[in-house]
Structure formats: C-alpha cells, structure tokens
C-alpha cells in the first residue's frame, strides 16, 4: 500500500490547518466571554439526552446554545431545540467527525457575546473526534453504562483528548450489571486524575454536581 | 483548506488498493470454501458478547475461527478464546477500521481450508469501516436497544453496506423503553428489505432464529 505513507502526509496538512483555526476560534471566544464544552462519545450514549438536560437546568441562569454534528438528519437539533436554547445543526455527510472549518461556519450569524455557554455535540465515534481540536474550552467524554467498563482501554487516544470523563445511564446501572469500580480504575489507567461524574439524564442524578462544575468553570472565565 | 481535495483523491486511491486486495481475499476464502462474515456497529452494541455466544454455539457442529479488531487491547481476543475457537486480535493503533490488507497478514499461517466459518469483527465504528470492503460474505449491522431507536436514520452509509441487521441486548429493551416499531420502520426506511433478527447474546432469546440462518448461508456456500 504505497499510498499509505502518502496519506498520512497529507493528513497531517489537514490537521495542522484545523490546529491553526481551532487556535483562532478559542482566542474569539475567549473575547466574547463564551465558554465553550464539547461533547464526544459513541454513538446512542446519551450525548443528546444529556445535553437537552443540561440546557434545561442552565437555561434559567446563562444564555446557552448547541451546535450538534450528526451525519445526517436534523433530529437532535429539532429535540434540543425543545429546551428554548439556540440551537443549530451540522450535518457531516460521511465525515465521522467536526472540525474546526464546521464550527467556524456554524457560527455565522450568531453573536458570541451574548452567550455564556456554548455546547458542541460531536459525531457519535470514539475514534475520528479525537484529532481534532474544535476550540472549545473543555472536551467531556460520556461512557454510557450499557458500553461496558473496558471502553477507555479500548480507546484510550478519545479519554486522552478529554478533560472529564462523565458516565451516563446510571439508571440502568444495576439492569446492565455495571462494575463501576473496574470503570473507574479502566478510566484513571488510561488517564490518571482524570474527574469523574455519574449521572443519569433520565432520573436528574448526579446534575446537580456536574451543572455545579460547569458553572464553576463558567465563572472562571468570566474572572479572566 | 486547500488540501481538502488533495486528501479525497489520496484516499480513493487507498480505498481502490483495498478494493481490489479485499476481491482476491474473497476469491481466496471461495477456494478455500470457507464463509466470511463481519460485525459492525458502534462502541458496546455487544459484538463481543454476541461472537462469543455465536463460536459456542457453532462449534459443535462447524470450524470457526474469528479475528477481532480493536485501536489498543487483547481482552476482546482472550474472551473469545474461552469459546475454544481459533481468534486472532488485530490492533489497528489510532485508525477507525480494519482493512483489506490487515485482513490478509492476520490470516498469515492459517489453514484456510480446515475452516467452515470465519468471523471478523471490525473496530466498533458507525462510519469508518462502512467504506472498506473486507472480502467477507456477509456483513452484520449490530443495533443494541440501549442506543436509540434512531441510528440508522443518522448512520445510514453503514447499513447500506450491510446485508443484516441484528437488534442485541433485547433482554434490556423494556428498561431502556425501546420502540421496536420504531426501529424496524428507520432500518427499512433506509434499507428497504434489510433481514433484521431481534437477539439477547446473555439470555440466549433469538439465537437459535439468527444460527439458522447463517447455518443455511455456509451450507449455499458448500453447494457452489
């Protein structure tokens, strides 16, 4: 396969570009005062579930939005948009991951600086997003319960790339037999200190510490 | 991003390199008169868990071997081996899919032709590995009901590409509220005529439906 090294050349160009602008989009949202959380994750762990919770809840302090990659459809964008935040979707085609170009796109229009809180959705794919940077501020992985508690083992690059580890689904926990002990200890192997929280969009457990964090994070930027 | 269609073109030439090794392993595994069928699907929709059940199973009655993709890990090939069959892992390091060629050096000093069935299963991926033909037979579509009942409206290349789908974890489809109509109607209105088996690997519920049919798939191939 001669093309081999050839396309990892050329991969490599695409990924500093996406660096270059992701670089940029953080300094603008950085003046706009904008704080900025993505979510990756497989598929159907819960990225959208969560997401609608969390605009829910934060909605009545912050002025919060959403981008939301899917490859197709516009669902997530039409259910998130029940929450009454701004909401926009990506579609990516066959692409299995966002970058920076969609993002900047994406924004067109929308005036950062009256937002408090911008959440980007990602492509459900433990592999593709981990490469690129997308500008955000804090990058979360979600394990979902029912995926089994080797998953950062098994892709430890997408738990390397974030910054917090949230477990989802806790509510079918005990229906899926979930260890959560072998989770944890797979999760700090692959990242060691890495935080952690459990929560289940389904029954609100566990929000109130996540949504506590995030505003925390929130008003650290507002200090800077 | 100028580099954007300089990368498209490099990666169809990649895609047409496998093309063709992907033919000639399928005229290989004709010859040597051995049925070819992979697994897809996202993270933890139960792949392992199923292939497992299914090398018990068959066993008895058929030689089958499996080769198991994963980035990082041994572990899905060491639970596979309790099944008494022949597995070999393939670490695919940060790239979201098997191809063609890895196919070929893992199956390096095996007997093809002392096999009844080979299964493959592919990195767990909604989108990569839907571009890459393995020389396989068959190609199953694993949709677990804790995923939502949408993904194939939003991952419609990857079932496009397969021939089955199979519906897992359906011991689990009451707890997570999972609307069969649903399901069955977004697989068929992307895949219309799609074969789709319902099947829970930990109860055993569906299996015997699922084996009959790959049964009677390996006798065709013996007919030939």
Same sequence: chains 1, 2.
């Avoid at 037999?177 to 999760?187: G, L």
Wanted: hydrophobic share 45%; with cysteine; glycine share 6%.
């Amino acid at each position: 396969m001669s093309t081999q090294p050839r396309l990892v050349e050329v991969r490599q160009n695409v990924l500093k570009q996406n660096d270059l602008l992701a670089r940029s989009l953080r300094e603008r949202f950085r003046e706009a005062g904008v704080r900025v959380v993505s979510l990756v994750s497989s598929p159907g762990s819960g990225k959208t579930a969560l997401l609608e919770k969390m605009l829910t809840l934060l909605q009545s302090q912050y002025h919060v939005a959403a981008l939301v990659g899917d490859l197709a459809t516009e669902n997530d964008a039409a259910r998130l948009a029940r929450s009454g935040a701004a909401v926009r979707q990506i579609s990516t085609g066959t692409i299995c991951h966002l970058d920076a170009q969609m993002i900047e796109r994406a924004l067109e229009e929308w005036k950062l600086d009256e937002l408090d809180l911008l959440f980007i959705e990602n492509v459900g794919n433990l592999v593709c997003p981990s490469s690129y940077d997308l500008g955000e501020d804090l990058r979360l992985v979600l394990l979902s319960v029912t995926e089994g508690e080797d998953k950062p083992l098994k892709y430890p690059t997408i738990f390397n790339t974030a910054d917090v580890c949230v477990i989802t689904k806790m509510d079918l926990a005990d229906a899926v037999e979930f260890e959560a002990t072998a989770a944890h200890n797979n999760i700090q192997s692959v990242r060691p200190g890495m935080g952690v929280f459990e929560v289940s969009a389904k029954t609100g457990a566990g929000m109130d510490e996540l949504l506590r964090f995030l505003s925390a994070r929130i008003a650290k930027s507002e200090e800077v």
